[in-house]
Structure formats: C-alpha cells, structure tokens
C-alpha cells in the first residue's frame, strides 16, 4: 500500500523559507512509472498545484511559484522536499505531497497546516 506522509514546522515566520518533506512509503521515487508532486490549499480557497519531481530528478513548478520553489529528493530515505523562500501570511495553506500517475495525483498524504505569521 502507498503511503505518503508530510513532516516539518508548522509555523514559519514571514521572510523565511517554509521546508517540508514527504516520506513515501510502498512505492519507490525512482519508478519510472511515477512523479511526485507538492500541492497546497490555502484557507478558504481550491487546491494549488506548486510543482513535481519526476523519477530520475528533473523538475517542474508552477510557474506562479517558480521564483520561490524548489523541490529535491533524498532517494536513500525515499523521500522528496518542498523549499518555499521568502514566504508571507498568504503562504499560509495545507500542504500535501502526492504522487502523479499519468496526469494526475492517485495517492496523497494527509496534509500539514503550515501557518505563516510573526
């Protein structure tokens, strides 16, 4: 069964750099068969794509966010990461990891609040 499970601080203050990282579980990052994808939803609002990594390391953002964004992969902890700089109040979101089959995410993790304010 595939699992995907968010970590890091649920409280970053503006200007800083929101870090994030999903742990994958019952599925490797590096099938080829796959992308990972970081998604977030800020209060009141729909679901925001931010961006993927793709099995052998390339990656892609929105490009709204692309400025801000950075995604990486540990592929020893099977594991991806969201970087997010310079981040303000409207960064404020539930963020979830996914993973991407074909053209869209089959499998999410449970999501972590992360909340921006000083």
């Known amino acids: 069964q595939v699992q995907l499970q968010e970590s890091g601080p649920g409280l970053v203050k503006p200007s800083q750099t929101l870090s994030l990282a999903c742990t994958v579980s019952?599925?490797?990052?590096?099938?080829?068969?796959?992308?990972w994808s970081w998604i977030r939803q800020p209060p009141g609002k729909g679901l925001e794509w931010m961006g993927l990594?793709?099995?052998?390391?390339?990656?892609y953002y929105s490009p709204s966010l692309q400025s801000r964004t950075s995604i990486s992969r540990d592929t020893s902890k099977n594991q991806f990461s969201l970087q997010l700089t310079s981040v303000t109040p409207e960064d404020t979101a539930v963020y979830y990891c996914?993973?991407?089959?074909?053209?869209?995410?089959?499998?999410w993790g449970q999501g972590t609040q992360v909340t921006v304010s000083s």
């Open positions: 019952g599925a490797s990052i590096t099938n080829s068969a796959y992308a």
């Open positions: 990594i793709t099995y052998d390391g390339s990656t």
């Open positions: 996914a993973r991407r089959a074909y053209s869209s995410e089959d499998y």
